[in-house]
């Protein structure tokens, strides 16, 4: 069983940094690409930042270039998310997404969501 765990959420002062780290343990055979996504209060989840397993490809929101940098270990399935100069509209439960996943005992690819950690920026 497939499971993502997100870590490293909580409170912090306008200007600080904080890094969050997602887990991906199971029988896992490959994933094409790991994403972080947030979700703010009454607003729709939006893709922050994803990194293509096969390229190294890279993208971010534009609200969150030059501040934030994802990475990954891939031999440790393990995405990191460091956030840089936060600001109170990066408030949000940020997820990690596991994207075209396949495990050693099925071929089918199959996305995976984290259960979410929650970012406050807040004085």
């Known amino acids: 069983q497939v499971q993502l765990v997100e870590s490293g959420g909580g409170l912090v002062q306008p200007g600080g940094s904080l890094r969050l780290s997602c887990v991906a343990s199971?029988?896992?055979?490959?994933?094409?690409?790991m994403n972080w996504y947030r979700q703010a209060p009454g607003k729709q989840r939006e893709l922050v930042a994803g990194?293509?397993?096969?390229?190294?490809?890279?993208n971010y929101a534009d609200s969150v270039k030059g501040r934030f940098i994802i990475s990954r270990d891939a031999a440790k399935n393990t995405v990191y998310l460091q956030m840089n100069s936060l600001n109170p509209e990066d408030t949000a439960v940020y997820y990690c997404?596991?994207?075209?996943?396949?495990?050693?005992?099925?071929?089918?690819?199959?996305?995976?969501w984290g259960k979410g950690t929650l970012v406050t920026v807040s004085s």
């Open positions: 997404n596991a994207e075209g996943l396949r495990t050693w005992d099925s071929g089918a690819y199959v996305d995976y």
């Open positions: 199971g029988r896992i055979f490959s994933i094409n690409a």
């Open positions: 990194v293509i397993s096969s390229t190294g490809n890279i």
